[in-house]
């Protein structure tokens, strides 16, 4: 009984790796957001406010 539930899981797990969940913009996103966080962190020792910055920096870029 363990194998018909293992069997599917471990297809699935197997077939989602391969998949793409973001596309170039959010990645360019994520990595902008973090790299804020850490700046923000470093000099106002606030990661949201830094990461609020560059997400909203990056999307306000974003829309030619």
């Given at each position: ?11 699935l ?29 470093i000099?106002?020792?606030?990661c949201?406010?830094?990461?609020a ?12």
């Amino acid at each position: 009984m363990k194998k018909l539930f293992i069997l599917p899981t471990l297809l699935l797990v197997l077939t989602s790796c391969q998949a793409k969940y973001l596309t170039p913009e959010g990645e360019r996103l994520v990595k902008n957001v973090a790299a804020g966080c850490v700046f923000g962190e470093i000099f106002f020792e606030d990661c949201k406010a830094g990461a609020a910055v560059t997400g909203a920096a990056t999307i306000i870029d974003g829309q030619n």
